[in-house]
């Protein structure tokens, strides 16, 4: 298993540019998670998905935070616009639906300058 | 809602000696405390949970253990080694609930 697949690893872009990171969770589990990690608030989750519903987006910091879950392979993480108070790691995870391990990618590393 | 405590946020031991990482949660509803190990420029990794019908669980150098009463459970690193360096996280959750509720993190350095 490839296990789960975030693009791009890295992202640099200037402030007011639209950024959209994604993410395919491992084949078979049925709950999304997208994450934000920075020094001072450490692994925050911004929102989650059940079979490709959203469940719970009340950690979206503001409306310029989007996430869409068109198909169970696939699912994208949109700020625009950017602001440099963006710049953190962003993660998605995944698991079987009940199942609690959650299973992390390796991260798009944001920087919006 | 569910909030979880985590101490201490750095934590710097020598080769060979333990290693303990203690986490304190507020809902007595949840039922299921994992730890995560995050290895620098990786996302975090599960390396061992534990449930509330048990009380203590381990895993060759590693050993989770839970106090319901208290509500706090702890992460023992036994004989450190350079590369158990890792930040490491707590988590709680009940089951019928879908998403973790994180702990800060405890960055652990093991010198050699």
């Known amino acids: 298993d490839a296990g789960v697949i975030q693009s791009p690893r890295h992202e640099v872009t200037e402030m007011g540019q639209e950024v959209t990171l994604r993410c395919k969770p491992i084949?078979?589990?049925?709950?999304l998670f997208w994450y934000r990690q920075t020094m001072m608030r450490g692994l925050e989750l911004l929102i989650y998905?059940?079979?490709?519903?959203?469940?719970?987006d009340s950690g979206m910091p503001e409306d310029r935070f989007s996430a869409k879950m068109p198909n169970a392979s696939f699912s994208t993480l949109k700020i625009q616009p950017s602001e440099p108070r963006d710049s953190a790691v962003y993660f998605c995870?995944?698991?079987?639906?009940?199942?609690?391990?959650?299973?992390f990618g390796a991260g798009t590393r944001l920087s919006v300058l | 809602g569910e909030n979880v405590e985590q101490h201490p946020s750095t934590l710097s031991v020598q080769e060979g000696d333990s290693a303990v990482i203690k986490c304190t949660y507020s809902?007595?509803?949840?039922?299921?405390f994992p730890w995560y190990k995050q290895e620098l420029g990786k996302g975090p990794q599960l390396i061992i949970d534990?449930?509330?019908?048990?009380g203590e669980k381990k895993d060759q150098r590693i050993a989770v253990t839970l106090n319901k009463t208290a509500k706090h459970f702890s992460l023992h690193i036994t004989e450190t080694q350079p590369e158990d360096s890792a930040v490491y996280f707590c988590?709680?959750?009940?089951?019928?609930?879908?998403?973790?509720?994180f702990g800060k993190g405890t960055k652990l350095s093991v010198k050699p």
């Open positions: 995870a995944s698991d079987r639906q009940g199942g609690n391990i959650q299973y």
């Open positions: 084949s078979g589990h049925n709950s």
């Open positions: 998905f059940n079979n490709n519903v959203p469940i719970d």
């Open positions: 809902d007595s509803a949840s039922n299921y």
């Open positions: 534990i449930r509330s019908n048990v």
């Open positions: 988590a709680a959750t009940y089951k019928s609930q879908g998403n973790l509720i």
